[in-house]
């Protein structure tokens, strides 16, 4: 199975900053067909996940500016700038290139 | 896009239950479904996927225990749930897949314990 090692597990933040999340895999996301399957996602307190970035860089439909996925093959970054308080959670990466379908274990972001 | 999962609730251990996933808003027949679960304070443990044709793949720890099916006339999915133990205690969220799960129902809580 490919495991996900999100890093750090919470970070402090000021509104209106910036914070990065890694997640490394321990195997290639690089699928058969070129692709990477690589997603990001926030889950508020007391809701379901929400998609932000998928293939990596891909920000979904509705996903601000502020969110912005960068990396390849085992390494991989999310950038949230400006921090606003409706950014506040718990973020996930997962990957789906490989059967089973895995996440990291979570960044709790927190205001300091 | 909306998905309302339903059919949760306490059950003892050894015992049955089956999830059902209400979709609309889109063709749902045309893609590829998820059931993911989220234990109390843990995080996401992917547990099975249905693709738009009908072709299942299951995480170990479910497998021979759990069915992830699909009823296209109705836009619905199914997870039935057999034999249950406690570590199966979770939120059950069914989620679309595109390139990735794009959305996701609320969640229903399976409370396994007797």
């Known amino acids: 199975d490919v495991v996900m090692t999100q890093t750090p597990v919470s970070l402090s933040v000021s509104l209106g900053g910036q914070v990065s999340i890694s997640c490394r895999s321990s195997?290639?996301?690089?699928?058969?067909?070129?692709?990477?399957?690589l997603s990001w996602y926030l889950q508020k307190p007391g809701q379901s996940p929400q998609l932000l970035i998928y293939?990596?860089?891909n920000r979904f439909s509705g996903i601000s500016d502020r969110f912005s996925g960068s990396g390849s093959g085992t390494d991989f970054t999310l950038k949230i700038s400006r921090v606003e308080p409706d950014d506040l959670g718990v973020y996930y990466c997962?990957?789906?290139?490989?059967?089973?379908?895995?996440f990291g274990a979570g960044t709790k972001l927190e205001l300091k | 896009v909306q998905l309302v999962e339903s059919g949760g609730g306490l059950v003892q251990p050894g015992k049955s239950l089956k999830l059902s996933c209400s979709a609309s808003?889109?063709?749902?027949?045309?893609?590829?479904m998820h059931w993911i679960r989220q234990a109390p304070g843990k995080g996401l443990d992917w547990v099975a996927y249905?693709?738009?044709?009908?072709?299942?793949v299951y995480a170990d720890a479910v497998k021979g225990r759990f069915t992830i099916s699909r009823d296209n006339a109705k836009n619905t999915l199914y997870l039935q749930l057999n034999s249950l133990k406690s570590e199966d205690t979770a939120i059950y969220y069914c989620a679309r897949w595109t390139v990735a799960t794009d959305y996701w129902g609320q969640g229903v809580m399976v409370t396994v314990s007797s």
């Open positions: 249905i693709s738009s044709s009908s072709g299942t």
């Open positions: 997962g990957q789906g290139t490989q059967y089973p379908y895995t």
């Open positions: 808003g889109f063709t749902f027949s045309s893609y590829g």
């Open positions: 293939k990596v860089s």
């Open positions: 195997q290639s996301l690089v699928h058969n067909n070129g692709n990477t399957y």
